[in-house]
T-cell receptor, first 117, second 112 residues
Framework: GAVVSQHPSRVICKSGTSVKIECRSL??????MFWYRQFPKQSLMLMAT?????????EQGVEKDKFLINHASLTLSTLTVTSAHPEDSSFYIC?????????????FGPGTRLTVL | DAKTTQPPSMDCAEGRAANLPCNHS???????VYWYRQIHSQGPQYIIH???NNETNEMASLIITEDRKSSTLILPHATLRDTAVYYC?????????????FGQGTELSVKP
């Protein structure tokens, strides 16, 4: 149980285009989902916390207009990188909290590799 | 959330126990100790967590010192597939706004 999926697993796009990444909790309901970014040889950096039915909370230094987050249902959150540029190339990872279990565990998706040309 | 300090890298022989230390000297009473690992190019995997008692599951054991200022993750019989970056994270409960903030972790290499 407690599986989180992401789609796509990797994407290559041209500079200036927008890219949407989906994060799904497959066998549990996730009232809260989190989005992280990881550059090569670095640790994960928390970008934002997404709560179902409300606006996301962004970490300091993360542009909310560039990284649009939507958490429309208890099993789906999306991250849209708008007007992507090469410096946005990174490994994007989502995670979800299983609220029904008491919520002290957070499960991660497999990540999405974004390359902006 | 309190910060943690981990050695940047460690080696372990296959079949032996891997003991990964973590210092969290500024931990407060309501903060949990979590361990995750990340195998190259994958999402992090939950291993174990604890508050003050030692914990054991099918993956590992977590030993927390009595003063809670440090902990050790023990993989009892390391295999090559345990090669990964191991993250020790301290945070309060979600109902108190706790978030998983990753540090640099320990890169564990299990060698044949």
């Amino acid at each position: 149980g407690a599986v989180v999926s992401q789609h796509p697993s990797r994407v290559i796009c041209k500079s200036g285009t927008s890219v949407k990444i989906e994060c799904r909790s497959l066998d549990f309901q996730a009232t809260t989902m989190f989005w992280y970014r990881q550059f090569p040889k670095q640790s994960l950096m928390l970008m934002a916390t997404s709560n179902e039915g409300s606006k996301a909370t962004y970490e300091q230094g993360v542009e909310k207009d560039k990284f649009l987050i939507n958490h429309a249902s208890l099993t789906l959150s999306t991250l849209t990188v708008t007007s992507a540029h090469p410096e946005d190339s990174s490994f994007y990872i989502c995670s979800a909290r299983d609220a029904a279990s008491g919520g002290n565990e957070q499960f991660f998706g497999p990540g999405t590799r974004l390359t902006v040309l | 959330d309190a910060k943690t300090t981990q050695p940047p890298s460690m080696d372990c022989a296959e079949g032996r126990a891997a003991n990964l230390p973590c210092n969290h000297s500024t931990i407060s009473g309501n903060e949990y100790v979590y361990w995750y690992r990340q195998i190259h190019s994958q999402g992090p995997q939950y291993i174990i967590h604890g508050l003050k008692n030692n914990e054991t599951n099918e993956m590992a054991s977590l030993i927390i010192t009595e003063d809670r200022k440090s902990s050790t993750l023990i993989l009892p019989h390391a295999t090559l597939r345990d090669t990964a970056v191991y993250y020790c994270i301290v945070r309060v409960g979600y109902n108190q706004g706790g978030k998983l903030i990753f540090g640099q972790g320990t890169e564990l290499s299990v060698k044949p």
